[in-house]
């Protein structure tokens, strides 16, 4: 689908602020980035973290994983004490199958976050899903960072 292009675009699936509104997480399904921009100050935003798992050409690995892996960060979800973002990496069923005409693993990570920015792998979070399943979102117990987490104490 791209081959046109010459190029992959960031493809920006997910953006989400964390509970304090000071780290903004993008999710870059293309390339296979999650940035973390510091936007405490939101005119002079800082990029504080990145990290690169999947993506289009690159297909970084992870650390827990073994070999390339396809997809990438999709579908953030932030812990509401905002020291755990996780992520899917299948897009939708629809679309998947135009970048990746072969198939997408299923996948899904965890990262930790730093208390001044900062993200890293947690080394011993890698969850493979089943041959043909693909992970879109998951929900944490007792909301995340997004409106849902208004529905609990």
């Not at 999650?34 to 935003?45: E, I, T």
């Not at 080394?123 to 493979?128: D, G, H, L, P």
């Not at 899903?129 to 979102?137: C, D, F, G, I, V």
């Amino acid at each position: 689908m791209l081959k046109g292009f010459k190029a992959v675009p960031p493809l920006v699936s997910d953006i989400d602020l964390s509970m304090d509104d000071r780290f903004l997480y993008v999710a870059c399904w293309g390339t296979g980035d999650l940035r973390q921009y510091d936007v405490s100050d939101p005119f002079n935003p800082k990029l504080t973290g990145k990290v690169r798992i999947g993506g289009i050409v690159s297909r970084a690995s992870h650390p827990a994983a073994s070999g390339p892996l396809n997809g990438g960060p999709q579908m953030v979800e932030i812990s509401r004490d905002g020291r755990r973002v996780y992520f899917t990496n299948s897009l939708y069923g629809a679309v998947d199958p135009q970048f990746y005409p072969a198939g997408i693993d299923g996948w899904m990570v965890k990262l930790d976050v730093g208390a001044e920015g900062g993200i890293d792998f947690d080394q011993r979070f890698f969850v493979s899903w089943p041959e043909s399943h693909r992970p879109h979102q998951v929900r944490l117990e007792g909301g995340d960072c997004s409106s849902d987490s208004y529905c609990y104490p």
